[in-house]
């Protein structure tokens, strides 16, 4: 009797467990190509190419296109790495 149950739930289990683990794969997949699609992406919101873009559309005025340019050109300046003392920046004398 036991080994009946047993043998009706088996393809069951199977099938969960086949389900479980493409489930788990899709999930995977899923992220990966969410996270790729952010790293593409620039974080403060606009990249240059989006702004002139929008400039040209006519979405935004020069001088509104002029600050955010400013703006953007700053954030990277502020992120970039400060120069060690110990390693020369590249620039001249």
Known sequence: MQGDLFGR???WLGGLLVLAIVGGMVMLWTRRMAVGRDKE??????GM???RGMLDRGEI???E???ARRKLVQRVRDS??????DR???KGP
Do not use: F, W
């Not at 992406?41 to 606009?46: L, Q, S």
């Open 41 to 46: 992406r620039p974080t403060d919101g606009y």
């Open 49 to 51: 190419d989006g702004l």
């Open 9 to 11: 739930l088996l393809p």
């Open 88 to 90: 020369p920046s590249g």
């Open 65 to 67: 296109y002029d600050r």
């Open 61 to 63: 005025t020069p001088e």
């Open 80 to 85: 970039a790495p400060a120069a060690s003392p």
